[in-house]
Nanobody, 128 residues
Framework: QVQLVESGGGLAQPGGSLKLSCVAS????????IAWFRQAPGKGREAVSTISSRSGTTHYADSVKGRFTIAEDNALNTVDLQMNNLKPEDTGVYYC?????????????????????WGQGTQVTVSL
C-alpha cells in the first residue's frame, strides 16, 4: 500500500516561512513524479510544484516561483517544500501526490487527475 504522509504545516505571518515534508517509500520517490498541491477554501486543487528524482527536474506554479523550493532528501525519503515570503493567498491545505509522468519530466503535470496517490494533507495558514 502506497503511503504519502505530509507534515510541517501551521500558522505563519505574511513574509514568514514554513517547510513541508512528504514521506514516501524509496520506490515511489525513484519511479514517480512527486507534486505538492494546495486547496484553498471553496477552490479546486492547485499544483504548486513538482519534482522528478529520475532527472532532478522541477516545476513551479507562477504564483510561487522565487518563493518556494522543492527538493528531495534521499536520506530521509522525503520531498520537502520550503516556502518563503509567505502570502495570505498561500493559505490552504497542502497535499503531496505521486504520479507516473507518462509524457516525460519536461511537462508540468498540474492536473490532479495526473496523480494516483495522495496524502491526507496538512493545513497552512498565513495570517497576521
Amino acid at each position: 500500500q502506497v503511503q504519502l504522509v505530509e507534515s510541517g504545516g501551521g500558522l505563519a505571518q505574511p513574509g514568514g516561512s514554513l517547510k513541508l515534508s512528504c514521506v514516501a517509500s524509496e520506490f515511489i520517490l525513484h519511479y514517480y513524479t512527486i507534486a505538492w498541491f494546495r486547496q484553498a477554501p471553496g477552490k479546486g486543487r492547485e499544483a504548486v510544484s513538482t519534482i522528478s528524482s529520475r532527472s532532478g527536474t522541477t516545476h513551479y506554479a507562477d504564483s510561487v516561483k522565487g518563493r518556494f523550493t522543492i527538493a528531495e532528501d534521499n536520506a530521509l525519503n522525503t520531498v520537502d517544500l520550503q516556502m518563503n515570503n509567505l502570502k495570505p493567498e498561500d493559505t490552504g491545505v497542502y497535499y503531496c501526490a505521486a504520479g507516473s509522468a507518462p509524457l516525460g519530466d519536461g511537462v508540468f503535470y498540474s492536473d490532479p487527475d495526473d496523480y494516483t496517490y495522495w496524502g491526507q494533507g496538512t493545513q497552512v495558514t498565513v495570517s497576521l
